[in-house]
């Protein structure tokens, strides 16, 4: 059973690698832990403005093929290999969330444009405050049957209402506009911290979300998150 297993091993990997070995061993620090046991971070952008370039370390199928085979098949265990990749994916996944807080960040509002909604709001309250008690008091002139007081006080809290209305929407304008760059309707996409636009047609959303930056980045996301539960479950983090 062993001598079949060797080899189908040889078949996978290469004859040669049973007589020598020209190249180096899957645990070796010149093979890449990333691309042997999961995908690369280098792999996941080729191509676009987020390229990070050819990998330092050696991406070789069969060293891919052999760690599969033998985790699969004969149940062996790398743990370094594996918390080599858990550690890489960190990296890149902290400075994506770093990357998330200060987007995020320039999309909150400056000093004035807290000011602004400060102030609205201010005479909003006192406004509500004001209607408040002019609705009592035309109770009490009511019950007093002081008809004339009554209807100049009714026309006075119409006019209020009438204002009150007008400083509402002009609130709701400011709060929709605070914000804003270049005019647009921004937010920050969670996934992989780019700008989108509120405004942006469905088409173009659709593209952002199945472009090649936001998928890497999910996947990215993904394998991290599945292996850092596992590491905390285990207590290595």
């Given at each position: 059973?062993?001598?079949?297993?060797?080899?189908?091993?040889?078949?996978?990997?290469?004859?040669?690698?049973?007589?020598?070995?020209?190249?180096?061993?899957?645990?070796?620090?010149?093979?890449?832990?990333?691309?042997?046991?999961?995908?690369?971070?280098?792999?996941?952008?080729?191509?676009?403005?987020?390229?990070?370039?050819?990998?330092?370390?050696?991406?070789?199928?069969?060293?891919?093929?052999?760690?599969?085979?033998?985790?699969?098949?004969?149940?062996?265990?790398?743990?370094?290999?594996?918390?080599?990749?858990?550690?890489?994916?960190?990296?890149?996944?902290?400075?994506?969330?770093?990357?998330?807080?200060?987007?995020?960040?320039?999309?909150?509002?400056?000093?004035?444009?807290?000011?602004?909604?400060?102030?609205?709001?201010?005479?909003?309250?006192?406004?509500?405050?004001?209607?408040?008690?002019?609705?009592?008091?035309?109770?009490?002139l009511i019950k007093n049957k002081e008809?004339?007081?009554?209807?100049?006080?009714?026309?006075?809290?119409?006019?209020?209402?009438?204002?009150?209305?007008?400083?509402?929407?002009?609130?709701?304008?400011?709060?929709?506009?605070?914000?804003?760059?270049?005019?647009?309707?921004?937010?920050?996409?969670?996934?992989?911290?780019?700008?989108?636009?509120?405004?942006?047609?469905?088409?173009?959303?659709?593209?952002?979300?199945?472009?090649?930056?936001?998928?890497?980045?999910?996947?990215?996301?993904?394998?991290?998150?599945?292996?850092?539960?596992?590491?905390?479950?285990?207590?290595?983090?």
């Amino acid at each position: 059973m062993a001598e079949e297993q060797r080899k189908l091993l040889e078949q996978l990997m290469g004859k040669e690698t049973s007589i020598r070995r020209k190249d180096p061993e899957l645990t070796s620090p010149k093979v890449c832990p990333s691309f042997v046991v999961g995908t690369c971070p280098h792999d996941l952008f080729v191509g676009t403005k987020n390229d990070l370039g050819k990998c330092p370390q050696l991406h070789l199928q069969k060293h891919k093929l052999e760690y599969e085979y033998r985790t699969k098949t004969l149940s062996e265990k790398f743990p370094e290999l594996e918390y080599e990749y858990y550690k890489q994916l960190q990296q890149y996944i902290h400075e994506l969330d770093r990357n998330l807080a200060i987007a995020q960040k320039r999309l909150q509002h400056t000093p004035e444009e807290k000011e602004k909604i400060e102030k609205v709001t201010k005479e909003l309250d006192e406004l509500d405050v004001t209607i408040g008690l002019m609705m009592q008091e035309i109770e009490y002139l009511i019950k007093n049957k002081e008809t004339t007081k009554t209807l100049l006080q009714s026309i006075r809290l119409d006019e209020l209402c009438k204002e009150r209305e007008v400083l509402a929407e002009s609130a709701r304008t400011i709060a929709e506009n605070v914000g804003q760059t270049s005019q647009q309707k921004l937010q920050v996409c969670e996934g992989c911290g780019a700008y989108l636009s509120r405004l942006d047609s469905d088409r173009r959303l659709a593209d952002h979300f199945i472009g090649k930056i936001h998928l890497g980045y999910v996947q990215m996301r993904q394998a991290y998150d599945e292996l850092h539960h596992k590491y905390r479950r285990s207590g290595y983090v």
